[in-house]
């Protein structure tokens, strides 16, 4: 017997399947291998192939459309079934060309056939169909297609797509782009699932990794992505040094055997001519090769200058979203230990610093209150400031999944993008009234009842101050002031209000403006007012992290406020625990935030400044501002892929390690620590960040101890009890472990708060903060508003992802715009445009579409030639300094 659950008698062996499991699964737990060529875990079955014949009382049936039933005898073995199999693999590889049994084929037909005894002869077919080459990621050979439907299934119940069709009748059945043109012209967004899931090599990725699927694949090397927040598992295979195929886990703890575009395809810029291979130097005003003991001699010696000169604040750093813990571990505690500042920081200031102000106000930790697995189970999802079908693809494909299959969906986005297409709801607020939304649905809240009383009275405080504030945001004063019909807004409310398991799921449209910790606290509100927080009556509140990284740089205290494990440097309880592991007292104040560095700098203050794996001249805002700061300070070190915006201004440059080049782990948006691992070498003289750091302390005659990044993060649970249960050794075994967990024999807690929240009296917080109008208004100079973000294609300042065929997909930096607006500013769609704001102008395309409401505009910063960040402004949250990227006041100028 085995495991728990229906049980099935297989050919005389007792086997337990779970409940809703197919006949296949059952044969398949006996240790039975069926050929199932129209079948695949990931989607429904189909049946068609008819390759998975067993008998089950006394009837022969496919067994993938075949339900299991406890008690039933099913028979897989004796010889006629074994003949029948056989048979209806062979008539469909007749009519295939002899290459698709190839030797050199890894396709699941061709090793099917390989281990049933069919031999290429088999294969005699010669369609001349031709093929689709139009897509750098996706190429289809029609003559290999056998109709299987297994690609349809896949963009349409995984990716959620429906990009896909099959077209023509009978033998002359094959797949198609639903538009009908061109692959690379179709709705296609090169997830790669239906490359993935074919099994005959009709859909490839071109190139060394053509036809490899998650199925069927060498020797792989399981590591975590490296772009955005979600935490994909992908198996990276790789050949004489050079990655040739990167491939979904199928066991992947967050993705289940999905990708999206860049994580499966975007790793051309390992190998692009640009990549930085050895140190560069400033001699004569000129970038210059050196080795690495000149350089480090360089950074060395300007380090000592400049606390020399102007003490230890006179040096700060900046680590990275991009990096893995331990590095971020080893920036900080060189920063603390070597040079005596609490002068780090990371780009997390700059999208979801406010989340965890808000989210430890309000609950008592800085992180997402809920493992995704729970939130996808929710009855209601409100997904608020977020594309996640484009920013974070893998979530936003299942997030639809949980739509498609009946949950409600209330999206709140001044775009009509992505997931707002299949809302129950779609809420438009203007930008920069996200606090005043979030107090009119709270109103409606309590007005109609739908509250947890129980909740609040034992778990929560501040209700009667909320209250008192609520009373000035009736739904008709709220109307007013976002643009949301009251209608909607009490739609919305009431879909939240009543769902018996509704979560929250929001991103950086959320925290990016100038009252974001507000928005975050506001936004918290109704979780707590739902009592859908630590308990099983909803399932929180969860904010998207956009970089890799993000949740795990703040982790590990790459922070100017808090040491590892948020433990603030003004506690001396804290600063005696860190003291106790490095040896060296702490410095108890506060060090500099990103944008103090950058005013401290043009000042004359700071004297030093170390940028590690951020194009801060690229993705910062009024980045005019930004590249005079870089221009002051005497000494810029710069860590870095390629030759950035940031780098061009550097004193000197490190050439470093991807995420496909080195060794650690990452923590994900839903706070899972997972393993990195190298798949290949970085080039020529690269190293990782983790040796860069290592080098420089070296060099300033410092030893930082923590010879690994197993060491490092075996050090950091010894700072940070909150991390202490966490080992690379458990995460080998375990593969995703979550935080807090601060014992290795127990395991992490995915879902926080069940008996208490962290917060000094174990209760929850309403916030009672009054809407304020955002930094920028529009007027008659500048009368649009204008909102950044991301693209589906690329990533960030898109040094990775235009380096590839992404590129290809996204060649232009568009600004949409509404029709409109396109006449009322002489804007033809495709026309070049000259963007102004009150700090600067960029050069975009335009695009015009109804995405975009009247009076609002959209571009994203992947082009950073295209001067999107000299328009945005410096303001920012004033508890957290986080810039307010979503609204800017500009205006649209047709070029000639």
Partial sequence: MRGAGIEVDVDGTRVAVPEGASLLAAVRAAGIDLPALCSDDRIGPAGSCRTCLVRTDGQVAAACVTPAASGTHVEAGTDDLRRLRREAVEVIASVLPPRALADDNPGELAQVCRTLGIGPGTAQGARGRGGDDSHPYVHLDRDLCIACGRCVRMCAEVQGTFALTLVGRGADTVVAPGTGGPWAESDCVACGGCVDTCPTGAITEPGPGRGLTSAHRPTATRTTCGYCGVGCALDVVAADGEVTAVLPARDGPVNQGHACVKGRFAHGYLVSPERLTQPLLRLGGRLEPVGWHEALDHVARGLRAAVSSGGPDAVAAISSARATNEENYLVQKFMRVVIG???????????????????????????????????????????????????????????????????????????????????????????????????????????????????????????????????????????????????????????????????????????????????????????????????????????????????????????????PGYGKVTDPAARARAEAVWGVPVPERPGLRIPGMFAAARAGDLRALWIIGEDVCATDPDSDRVAEALEACPLVVCDELFLSETARRADVVLPVASW??????????????????????????????????????????????????????????????????ISHERLDQEGAVPWPCPDPDRPGDATLYRDRFATPDGRAHLAAAPYLPPGELPDDDYPLILVTGRRWAHYNSGSMTRRGGNLALDPLDFLDLHPDDAVRHGVRDGSRVRVESRHGRALLVARVGEETAPGQVFCSFHFPASG????????????????????????????A
């Fill in 341 to 563: 500042t609490n002068n780090v920081d990371n780009c997390s200031r700059l999208c979801h610093s406010p989340s965890a102000a808000g989210l430890t106000a309000s609950f008592g930790l800085p992180g997402g209150t809920d493992g995704f697995d729970d939130v996808e189970r929710s009855d209601c999802l409100l997904v608020v400031g977020a594309n996640p079908v484009e920013a974070h693809p893998v979530v936003g494909a299942r997030l639809l999944r949980r739509v498609l299959h009946g949950a409600d969906l209330v999206v709140a986005d001044p775009r009509a993008v992505g997931l707002a297409r299949h809302a129950d709801v779609h809420l438009r607020p203007r930008p920069g009234t996200n606090v005043a939304l979030f107090h009119g649905l709270a109103h409606v809240l309590i007005a109609e009842g739908l509250t947890d009383e129980e909740f609040l009275l034992r778990r929560a405080t501040g209700l009667p101050e909320l209250t008192a504030l609520l009373d000035d945001y009736p739904p008709g004063r709220v109307a007013d002031i976002t643009g949301v019909p009251v209608g909607d807004l009490v739609a919305a409310a009431r879909l939240y209000g009543r769902a018996r398991r509704p979560a929250i799921v929001y991103g950086l449209g959320v925290t990016e403006h100038l009252h974001g910790t507000d928005g975050v606290r506001s936004l918290a509100n109704l979780a707590i007012l739902r009592g859908a927080v630590g308990t099983d009556r909803g399932h929180g509140v969860s904010p998207l992290r956009g970089q890799n990284n993000v949740q795990g740089a703040s982790d590990m205290g790459a922070l100017p406020d808090v040491l």
């Fill in 660 to 725: 496909l080049e080195k060794d650690g782990t990452f923590v994900n948006f839903d706070r899972r620590f997972q393993r990195v691992r190298a798949a290949v070498s970085p080039p020529g003289a690269a190293r990782s960040d983790f040796d860069a750091v290592h080098a420089v302390a070296a060099a300033m005659g410092a030893d930082l101890g923590c010879p690994t990044a197993a060491a490092a993060l075996a050090e950091c649970g010894r700072v940070a009890p909150v991390f202490a249960g």
């Fill in 868 to 895: 999107v960040n000299r328009l945005t402004s410096d303001h920012a949250d004033a508890l957290t300094s986080c810039p307010e990227y979503k609204v800017t006041a500009v205006r649209v100028t047709a070029q």
